[in-house]
């Protein structure tokens, strides 16, 4: 399986400061038909994932625009311009270019 | 709006089986492929199963393959998954995921899951 590594697992925020998350995958993510799926999710305590990022840099529908995410190959980043309250939790990668998809440990962002 | 809804968890005994059920409304289920992923307590995520739109093609992690078995019942929107054998490290909140329609590992909707609790 490929294995997403995260970093930091933990990452204390000051509000409207700017955070960013690495994962790095252990094969290229590039698939077959050209794309590379790389997604980015975000948990809240007590709920379900929400995907914010698909394909490496695409922003889902009614997420906000200081959500980015770049990279390639086997590089990824999540930024995230201006941090706010409601950005608390944790974030996860996740490869979908190889069966079975595999997810990032997890980087816990709080506010400091 | 899309809605995904499990069932079918709770406190079992080792070696008994259990099936989760999933609910769907808000989209054309009968055309998306659809995963199951859990996570145990404190841990991460791992997708156990995906079911193509007309559940011809199925495939699992090397953790569950020949225990769990995916299905879906497109006339009734239903995703589900059996689980045989029950063990300890089956432990897990289990999503049930929508992937998208042109991406068979893209997920994007989740549910708000079940717990499964395997204890003597």
């Known amino acids: 399986d490929v294995v997403m590594t995260q970093s930091p697992l933990f990452l204390p925020v000051t509000l409207g400061q700017p955070a960013s998350i690495s994962c790095r995958s252990s094969?290229?993510?590039?698939?077959?038909?050209?794309?590379?799926?790389l997604n980015w999710f975000h948990q809240r305590p007590g709920q379900s994932p929400r995907r914010l990022i698909y394909?490496?840099?695409n922003r889902d529908s009614g997420v906000p625009d200081r959500f980015s995410g770049s990279g390639s190959g086997t590089d990824f980043t999540l930024k995230i311009s201006r941090v706010e309250a409601e950005d608390i939790g944790v974030y996860y990668c996740?490869?979908?270019?190889?069966?079975?998809?595999?997810f990032g440990q997890g980087t816990k962002v709080e506010i400091q | 709006q899309v809605q995904l809804v499990e069932s079918g968890g709770g406190v079992v005994q080792p070696g008994t089986s259990l099936t989760l059920s999933c609910a769907t409304s808000g989209f054309t289920f009968s055309t998306y492929p659809m995963h199951w992923v859990r996570q145990a307590p404190g841990r991460g995520l791992e997708c156990v199963a995906v079911?193509?739109?007309?559940?011809?093609?199925?495939h699992y992690a090397d953790s569950v393959r020949g225990r769990f078995t995916i299905s879906r019942d497109n006339s009734n929107n239903t995703l589900y998954l059996q689980i045989n054998s029950l063990r300890a490290e089956d432990t897990a909140v289990y999503y049930c995921?929508?992937?998208?329609?042109?991406?068979?590992?893209?997920?994007?909707?989740w549910g708000q899951g079940t717990l499964v609790a395997v204890s003597s």
């Open positions: 079911i193509s739109y007309d559940g011809s093609s199925k």
């Open positions: 094969e290229s993510l590039v698939h077959s038909d050209g794309n590379t799926y």
């Open positions: 394909k490496v840099s």
């Open positions: 995921a929508r992937a998208q329609v042109d991406g068979y590992n893209q997920i994007d909707y």
């Open positions: 996740m490869q979908g270019s190889h069966w079975p998809p595999t």
